[in-house]
């Protein structure tokens, strides 16, 4: 099996460059910790993921997660030119990823190589931050609503893409970070699986549509009772959501 069919769920790191006020021909990175919704394309279809990037010193350090699991990364920027690296310990062996990519603003999108072989290209958009108004730390708040957040229940999504809208029901269980559940909607029922990071969530699901198979995937924000975000019908269509708990 390709290094890159192993690899479904792990993402990169978005950056900003700019320039040094102090020095034109100085080119210095912005801050770029926080936790980014990324979509990783492979040959099997769009992947979802979530990144969490923290300064320790002059080092970029973190984390990203799918439904696979958690492995650490570490970034490197250089003007608006990002490098994510990170080993994915795969059943046959740890693999060794490199993901490179270009930011605007917030949101990123490159390439990424597994093993050293091409294997894909990803995307991502930054995660607001929270309480900036309120003048307190990022996540001081969402930490303590984070542990609150049970996204349980029966969903009503609102789904619009460029050529049709859909109003499929969706039923999450939430177990710590874990999401499991249904799909149903115009294309009959199918299991899904996710996983959950603060108010941060993403899912997938295979449909088969008259013999084709096709693979969504669901990234967005959750609150209490309502959600938002995007989705992905493999490489068919892209839409948008929200939905609201029942």
Known sequence: MKASQHVIGFVAVML??????ARASAVQ?????????????TQDGP???????KKD???????????EGEVPVEASI??????????YPASSGPIPIVMTGTV??????????????????????????????????????????????????TW????????QSGTPTIVLKQNGETLTGEYQGQYGTAPLKGTIKGADLTFAFDLDIQGTSLHVVYAGTAEKDAMKGSVAYGDMAEGVFTARRK
Not at 16 to 21: N, T, Y
Not at 47 to 53: C, D, F, K, N, V
């Open 47 to 53: 992947r979802p993921a979530q990144l969490t990037i």
């Open 78 to 87: 250089k003007g608006s030119d990002v490098e994510i690296d990170f080993t």
């Open 57 to 67: 010193g002059d080092k970029l350090t973190g984390t990203i997660a799918s439904d």
């Open 16 to 21: 900003l460059g700019a320039a040094a006020p």
């Open 156 to 163: 009503q999504f609102n789904v619009q893409t460029s050529a």
């Open 29 to 41: 990175a912005a801050d770029i910790t926080g936790k980014w919704n990324l979509l990783f394309n």
């Open 104 to 153: 605007s603003g917030d949101s990123v999108k490159g390439s990424f190589a597994a093993g050293g072989s091409p294997a894909g290209d990803w995307s991502g958009t930054r995660t607001p931050a929270k309480d900036a108004k309120a003048g307190k730390p990022d996540g001081a708040k969402e930490s303590k609503e984070s542990a609150k957040l049970d996204v349980s229940g």
